[in-house]
Structure formats: C-alpha cells, structure tokens
C-alpha cells in the first residue's frame, strides 16, 4: 500500500469562476439561516418540557434537551460521519489503492452498529452528558480528564481533515484560494454553532445529507455521458492505466507482506470508530434508549450508502482520457484527492457542477459543526467545570463553551491550512482513540470492577510510549521501535523520501496490551492492599477508598432494588 503523501502546494492556479461563486454562497446563506432559526424554532416547540427534562441550558445546549427523536437522529448521525474526508477520501483511495484498501466506509459502518448495539443503551440509561463522563467516574475528574488528550486529537484532526477536502474542492471549481474557503467555511459552521448548539447542528445537518445524496447521485449520470469517459465502465485495462494488465487496478492489489497493514487499519477503523464525541453525543441526545439504538444502526446503513456514489465517481475518473477534457493533462498522484471536484468540472455541465458542488461543500460542514461542539462539550464539562471550577455557574459555562467552540475551530483552520492531506489524516482520526482510549471505555462501560487508577495510568502510559515509538510517516518521522517486516526508509527512483513503515498490525498488538497491562496492574494492586493493609498508606491514587465506596454504592443499590420489589 503506497505511503500517504502530503500535498504538494504547486498547483495551477485557477480563474475565478463568479457563477459558482453565486451558487456557493447562496447554498452557505441557506445553512446559516436555517441553523439560526432552527434553534429558535425547536426551543420554542419544547418550551414548557424543557425544564423537567433539562438541568441546565448548558446540557440544552450540549444535547438539545435529550429530544432528538428517530428522524433527526438519523440524519444528524450520519451526516456527522459523512463528512468532505469521506466523500473525497473514499475516491482518492480507490484511484490510489483500489477498491481492497478502501476501508473507512465499511469499516466505520461495522463500528456504528457495534456501538448501538454494546454502548447506546447503557450510556443513555445512565444519563451521561459526554463520552468521558464514565472515565471521569471511575477515575476521577483529573485522571479520566487526560482521556481528553487523544479524543481532542482525534476530533480536530477529524476537522482539519475535511475542511482541507473543502479547500482543494472550492479552488478546483471555483478557483477560490484553499485558505480563504478553508476560513469562510468554518465560520459559517461555527457562527450558526455558537447560537444554537445540537440544536442547530441537528437540523442543518438534515439539509446537508440530503445535499450529498442528490448532488453526488445527479452528478454521476452527467460524468458517464462525457465523450471522455469510457462507457460502459471498465474495473481492468483503465484508460488512466493502460500498463496495468495483471491485476484491476479498481479493486486493488492485497501482496502477503501487507496483510497485517490490512488487518491492522481494518480493525483500527471499527473499534476506534466507536469512541467518538460526535457519536456518543447524539446517542446521549435521544429521547430515550430505543431512539439511541436505532439511530445507530440506520446511519450504519446510511454511512454505507453515502460512499457508493464516492467508489463510482473513483471508477469513472479511471475510465476517463483526461487528455481529451479541458484539464488537458494526465492525472497525477497529487491529483487524486482532487478526484471529485475534477469530475464535477470537467465531465459535468456547469449548472451539475454547482449542484455537485453544494453536495461536497454540505458534507464538510455536517462533519465540522458536530466534531468542533463535540471536543467542545468534552474541554467544558470534563476539564473546565470537572477539574477547575465544579462551582461554575450555568451562565459562565455556556459562554465558556461558546468562547471553547471559537479557538478549536481556529485550531483545525490552522492545521487544515498548513498540513493539507485527506487520506492520511482520515485514517490517523481513529489512531489514538482506538490505541488509548477504547481500552479503558470498554472497561469502564463493560467491566468496571476490573480496572482502577493504577491499572488506567500503567496502560495508558505504555500504550502512548509504544505508539509514538513506532513511528507515523504521515507526521514524518521514523520508527524507533521496529515490529518484525518493518519497511526502512529509502529513496524512490524519482529521488524522493519515503519514509519507513510497519507492515505488523503493531497498533491492534498495542491496544491489546493496553487492555492487559489495565487488567494485570489492577489485578496486582488491588491483591497487594488487601494482602498487607498496613501499606494503605502508600495509595496515593486513593484505588482503594474508591474500592470500598463502589461497594457500598451497590450493596446500597441492591438495597433499594430489593425493596422496590
């Protein structure tokens, strides 16, 4: 599988098309008006149950009053996944790697199911207000504070990564430079945000997915009737690759040397699709368990559906003589990314581009809004009022949020100007999350008994020490710690650098140890302080009071379960 490459900035400047720009900015006045008013038409529909259901306006902001119902919750969930990363990801990898190394739609499909089915029910039961509220409370607010660290790296990266899809989307069609687009856009999102919270994530999060659906599917009828394109579409012998005759270069190529990166990324991307903000977030939104459940396993089918249009458009982009279409030029490897929005310019008419156009720029902003109010929510209520200020009031904490809301979303601007590659970042998204901090969801969610402050800090530590270790050729450094099959860095035959890989699934190794380490070192200090009480004193994590307040709180539970019978 080739290394993801960062974009390269030389690229041919394009003319200001004024029509799209027309067309843009219209759809972006009809999200914005729609998430302004939308907040204030559904606040104002609940309005005499908001108070029984609701503790504060912060938490109404957070989740909408716990009243998102099957209709919202489907499309706001799979909105939120499908994002610019996806759309344009998904086609770029199957032009880069073929369809077998194409695995974010199947793989994230596969993990939204899985979490309706072993986390929606007892994070909703619970009433939790954010994905680390559980670490919080076996841990305690500081210690399950610092599961903050990889959830806030996996959500920015998340939206650096599809805003930067956006900006090499909007400079193709429009000709609009990467960074104004990049900031125009995420202002838009984070202005209508600011107002209304999930509640105009949610609505305006209906408008985009149906925007993608349409737009996308419209399109590609358009593209097949191009006289550049070969019809019907071929899977072998491409017109984009003529040489290659041993194999379909549209479903890819899987040697025995890359199966474990196959293992590795596959399993990567459905445990580590799992904890996520953005998901648990409207989860814990629903009306109630049920809601939760199944709005999980529709936007399964929705996120899969969505990246069928995306595997089309890679497939026609490779039956297409780009030298016989205005581009005038072969496609290179930096032109991958670019596969969508080229499609849309140069094999549509101008009126479907726009409308393509709309489809691929509603899909940046249904992903950005969530992921932004997301670590957003996580930085207030796990860190802010937790750690430092449990005494905040109700309206200190809704600014702090707003105020929280402004500088994330200027950090993925910033990363998303400066660090510009889709493929590599999307899949990045899950490392962390997946790595450190699925393990201790699991436990804390799952089995609880068999994890404490001790075994939390001995996995965690190690686990992160491992992984930054093995080294990332996407952040452009080396392993260290090398697992058996290691690729070493070398010079292609053009003189650039490749970077050293892994071809050992080293993260699934990394996340088991994680959960083994958690288990041995909770196991060994628990059997320690109940061996030789005199050294109690030496608990300074305090895992054994936890210990005895769990007990009494379920010996307490039990008691009231039993006289309520």
Sequence with gaps: MDNVENIDDQEPQQKLNVVGMVGLIVFYLIIFFAGILSHKILKRGRKEVQKSQVASNTEDMMLAGRDINYFVGVF???????????????????????????????????????????????????????????????????????????????????????????GTSLRVICGINDTASIIVSAAIAMTYTLFGGLYSV????????????????????????????????????????????????????????????????????????????????????????????????????????????????????MNTDWQNTNYNQTLTKDDYKLAVPLTLLHLTPPAVAFIGL?????????????????????????????VFRPSASDKTTVW??????????????????????????????????????????????????????????AGFSIALLLRVLSGEPVLKYNAILKFPGYVEPSYDQYGDYSYGRQRFPFRNLIMVLNFLITISVTYLSQKFFAKFPKWQHLDCLEAVKDQETEKRERLKNEIEGEQCL
């Design 76 to 166: 706001t969930m799979t909105a939120t996944w499908v994002g610019g990363g996806y759309i344009n990801g998904t086609a770029e990898s199957v032009i880069k790697n073929g369809l077998v190394w194409t695995q974010a739609p199947i793989g994230y499909s596969i993990s939204l199911f899985l979490g309706g089915l072993f986390f929606a029910e007892k994070m909703r039961t619970k009433k939790f207000v954010t994905m680390l509220d559980p670490l919080q409370e076996k841990y305690g607010k500081p210690l399950g504070g610092l599961f903050y660290i990889p959830a806030f790296s996996g959500e920015i990266l998340w939206s650096a990564s599809i805003l930067a899809a956006l």
């Design 202 to 317: 949610a609505f305006t999060d209906i408008i985009q997915l149906i925007c993608i659906f349409v737009g996308l599917i419209f399109s590609i009828p358009w593209m097949t009737t191009s006289d550049a394109v070969t019809t019907p579409l071929r899977s072998s012998n491409l017109t984009m690759f003529p040489e290659v005759t041993s194999y379909s270069k549209f479903f890819g190529k899987l040697d025995k040397a890359d199966v474990g990166v196959w293992i590795d990324y596959a399993i990567m991307l459905v445990f580590g699709g799992i904890p996520w903000q953005a998901y648990f977030q409207r989860v814990l939104s629903a009306r109630d368990v049920s809601v939760a459940k199944t709005l999980s396993f529709c936007a399964a089918f929705g996120c899969f559906s969505a990246a069928i249009p995306s595997i089309v458009i890679g497939l026609i982009t």
């Design 358 to 386: 709309g489809a691929v720029s509603a899909a940046v902003m249904s992903s950005t809004d969530s992921s932004i109010l997301g670590v957003s929510t996580m930085f207030t209520r796990n860190v802010f009022v937790n």
């Design 400 to 457: 702090f949020l707003r105020g929280t809301v402004i500088v994330n979303t200027v950090i993925a601007m910033l990363i998303a100007i400066f660090v510009k590659t889709v493929y590599g970042l999307y899949l990045i998204c899950s490392d962390l999350v997946f790595i450190l901090l699925f393990p201790h969801l699991v436990m804390v969610v799952h089995q609880p008994k068999r994890t404490n402050k001790y075994g939390m800090v």
